[in-house]
């Protein structure tokens, strides 16, 4: 389990180091309206206006609604059990730079007067996108495939201590054949669920942000979605292994007794 | 002469409220030879991140133990719904 564990941080360091979070926020045209001709100046410079403000006001919700994500991203990340103090540091950073630029970018756009200049910071936001969308489920995922570990070395101590439980039945004269079965396969859950959490790391972790290439960004989001199938796959084995457990607890408060019947072959209640 | 009457008085009653009695559990507190060992006995920590001792067996540490586990498995549907959204992602739709 510590090398899984020791596997998991390794691999998620690539996901710390790959994507450069960096905004690139341009400051530095002056406001400037353009008019064409006396007649039609008012006219233009109300409709750009209204235009410039719709545009301020999108922006600003798109700011807002990644700031958001993202610092729910950092709060998760925070209760990472099973990775080093180090690669939670550096996500954070890594997060809470993201934040400051985008904060950094959403004042300069809701100072924006200029057409041209608030069309660039939008483009900003565009290209900005192409980490977000790639940082968010890479980290997620990363959490997820952590808590993943940490149940399967719960559920390991619970097995430990049910098999200790089933022994002292079986010297009590119980039957416990069926407690068995369920011991045997709360492991190959384990194993199952534990072999996935790392398939999903390995194949997200080392993701770059594609950087607009159509090749990347399909080649990306196809091993997301492998990542995703395999961090459900854990999820349904950690559910049976649940319910393994639940089968165990439950025989051992009402185990089955082994009776001799009168042509001696042994029957289970 | 003031500042002499001063002192005296605070030493005067400085010294009354030491000989009633008043400061002994105050001066006691930072006396080493006033504090007592108090011996507690925890249980040994679970290295698997269960709640109770890896020794533990019984039924009230398996209940225990059962109920931590399915508090993980409550995190855990949470995390896979967030995975979900984090993949469904759809941006504002910009003007520009």
Same mark, same amino acid.
């Given at each position: 389990m510590k090398t899984f564990s020791r596997i998991l941080a390794t691999s998620m360091l690539l996901l710390v180091a790959a994507? +450069?979070?960096a905004l690139g926020t341009s400051v530095g045209a002056g406001a400037s309206v353009q008019t064409t001709g006396a007649a039609s100046t008012s006219v233009k410079v109300n409709a750009n206006a209204s235009l410039i403000t719709k545009a301020i006001q999108k922006a600003d919700q798109e700011i807002d609604r990644r700031i958001q994500s993202l610092q729910k991203l950092v709060t998760r990340v925070g209760s990472? +059990?099973?990775?080093?103090d180090e690669f939670k540091a550096n996500l954070n950073t890594n997060v809470q730079n993201q934040i400051g630029g985008l904060t950094q970018l959403k004042t300069k756009i809701d100072a924006d007067t200029d057409e041209t200049t608030l069309k660039g910071d939008v483009k900003t936001i565009k290209d900005a996108y192409r980490v977000y969308v790639l940082l968010i489920p890479q980290a997620v995922l990363a959490a997820t495939a952590d808590r993943i570990v940490v149940l399967v070395d719960m559920m390991v101590g619970m097995g430990n201590k049910l098999s200790a439980r089933i022994d002292a039945a079986a010297q009590a004269g119980a039957d416990v054949t069926a407690l068995k079965a369920a011991l045997a396969d709360l492991g190959t859950q384990l194993t199952q669920a534990q072999a996935k959490a790392q398939s999903a790391v390995n194949g997200s972790a080392g993701l770059s942000p594609d950087q607009g290439d159509v090749k990347v960004t399909a080649s990306n989001a196809a091993a997301l979605k492998v990542a995703r199938t395999d961090v459900q796959a854990a999820h349904d084995a950690l559910v049976k292994a649940r319910q393994d457990i639940q089968t165990i607890l439950q025989g051992l408060k009402n185990p089955a007794k082994v009776q001799a019947t009168s042509s001696s072959q042994v029957q289970v209640q | 002469m003031k500042w002499i009457i001063g002192i005296i008085v605070i030493a005067a009653v400085g010294a009354g409220l030491w000989y009633s009695g008043v400061l002994t559990p105050l001066l006691s507190m930072g006396s080493p030879t006033a504090t007592t060992t108090v011996q507690t006995t925890t249980a040994a920590p679970s290295s698997s991140g269960l709640p109770t001792s890896d020794a533990d067996s019984s039924d009230d540490a398996l209940v225990k133990d059962a109920a931590a586990v399915d508090a993980q498995i409550e995190g855990l549907n949470q995390d896979s719904a967030s995975v979900d959204q984090s993949l469904n992602d759809k941006p504002v739709e910009q003007s520009y």
């Amino acid at each position: 389990m510590k090398t899984f564990s020791r596997i998991l941080a390794t691999s998620m360091l690539l996901l710390v180091a790959a994507p +450069a979070l960096a905004l690139g926020t341009s400051v530095g045209a002056g406001a400037s309206v353009q008019t064409t001709g006396a007649a039609s100046t008012s006219v233009k410079v109300n409709a750009n206006a209204s235009l410039i403000t719709k545009a301020i006001q999108k922006a600003d919700q798109e700011i807002d609604r990644r700031i958001q994500s993202l610092q729910k991203l950092v709060t998760r990340v925070g209760s990472m +059990a099973k990775v080093t103090d180090e690669f939670k540091a550096n996500l954070n950073t890594n997060v809470q730079n993201q934040i400051g630029g985008l904060t950094q970018l959403k004042t300069k756009i809701d100072a924006d007067t200029d057409e041209t200049t608030l069309k660039g910071d939008v483009k900003t936001i565009k290209d900005a996108y192409r980490v977000y969308v790639l940082l968010i489920p890479q980290a997620v995922l990363a959490a997820t495939a952590d808590r993943i570990v940490v149940l399967v070395d719960m559920m390991v101590g619970m097995g430990n201590k049910l098999s200790a439980r089933i022994d002292a039945a079986a010297q009590a004269g119980a039957d416990v054949t069926a407690l068995k079965a369920a011991l045997a396969d709360l492991g190959t859950q384990l194993t199952q669920a534990q072999a996935k959490a790392q398939s999903a790391v390995n194949g997200s972790a080392g993701l770059s942000p594609d950087q607009g290439d159509v090749k990347v960004t399909a080649s990306n989001a196809a091993a997301l979605k492998v990542a995703r199938t395999d961090v459900q796959a854990a999820h349904d084995a950690l559910v049976k292994a649940r319910q393994d457990i639940q089968t165990i607890l439950q025989g051992l408060k009402n185990p089955a007794k082994v009776q001799a019947t009168s042509s001696s072959q042994v029957q289970v209640q | 002469m003031k500042w002499i009457i001063g002192i005296i008085v605070i030493a005067a009653v400085g010294a009354g409220l030491w000989y009633s009695g008043v400061l002994t559990p105050l001066l006691s507190m930072g006396s080493p030879t006033a504090t007592t060992t108090v011996q507690t006995t925890t249980a040994a920590p679970s290295s698997s991140g269960l709640p109770t001792s890896d020794a533990d067996s019984s039924d009230d540490a398996l209940v225990k133990d059962a109920a931590a586990v399915d508090a993980q498995i409550e995190g855990l549907n949470q995390d896979s719904a967030s995975v979900d959204q984090s993949l469904n992602d759809k941006p504002v739709e910009q003007s520009y």
